[in-house]
């Protein structure tokens, strides 16, 4: 099992024989045992098995092992959403005091959880342009650093990441580097491969791909050396466990074990077995739908690009993207499905792009099989004028396109005809 296509489908669940074929749902909160000893050793850490769904479950924990593999990680962690994938990662790994280097283009939800709600709780953050030089981006860290943050595609700005640069920068810090992987998912780029250290995904975007189920995952390389003297946690005895020693009792999997039985057990953000199930259906076809949105979505782009009432287009394939270089470098099978673009006649010809649309649906989603897209001065950001709008870096005349799976003529003939009435 060497090829992505395989693990998509089989890594995580080895069924013997009689087994379901398929991972079954394990609907249940807790698990039986028949010795105090075994579970005695269980709640000190010194045995893995399952004793309540909060802490670990067969059908998660399978769906974890595929996830992990597809990154090519030691390990990895469901948890309820993209949000509580973040949370979990940052609370994991800093505590109030410590600072966080982000990347200033990373997802609104992300955005905020760091510059409000985590920052709420003393852990600050500084938001930095991933685009400017070395020197520049050293002056955002601080003694107190802990964490770096970058999306491989950024949503909604689909800004391409240099994720070797920020590995060098992040290691020359003594801090990891997390990369949201979200929107090019494992098929289109593997961050490990580059030096990141974790990964996290929103799983309820192209990992489910279908807009069933909310989720998240984070994915553990195994690579950090949490012993280099910054993460004192991992290092000195965790008294909630009889004093586990993260990195000397666990290794390579000190991250995804200590988030786990720390910050899952204690904030309780974890997926749901069906939830899990859901997603799992989802990654068995990743490979060939992301292949498909890649090549819906070049076609598409380049249709844009030449009709004479889109004034911009925003698709890190296209050659005249600023991030093409970066975007041949780290997705060479492709950008996914997500493009921006600008309508030349601003706000009210994006409000009758959108109404004129038949087969593209207004949804505040994106990255599933349905082809979707959003007008953000008449939905998510209709309470800004026209020059407040410019002032966050959107044109009144910005329309958000997840291309879908359907077939590309149809794509390409919804949108001529509603860019005619635009
Ligand atoms: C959607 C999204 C999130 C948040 O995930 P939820 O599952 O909605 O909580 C985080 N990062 C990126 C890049 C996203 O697109």
Redesign the pocket.
Known sequence: MTHIQTLAIHAGYSPKNGDPSVLPIAQSTTFRYTSTDAVARLFDLQEAGFFYTRLGNPTTDAVEQKIAALEGGVGAICTS???AA?FTSVVTICRAGDHIVASSTI?G??FNLLGSSLKRLGIDVTFVDQRQSNEELARAFRPNTRLVLG?TIA?PALTVLDIERFARLAHDHNVPLLV?N??ATPYLCRPFDFGADIVMH?T??YMDGHAVQ???VLVDSGNFDWTCGNFPEFTEPDPTYHGTVYTRDFGKQAFIVKARVQTIRDFGCVQTPQGAFYTDLGLQTLPQRMDCHCRNAEKVAAFLEGHAKVSHVNYPGLASSPDHALAQKYLPKGCAGVISFTLAGGREAGARFIDSLKLGTLEVH?ADIRTCVLHPASSTHRQLNDEQLVECGIDPGLVRLSVGLEHVDDILADLAQALDKA
């Open positions: 959403s993209g949000q973040l997802y939800g992300s999306e949503n949201d979200t929107f929103s309820t975007k909310l989720g998240g994106v």
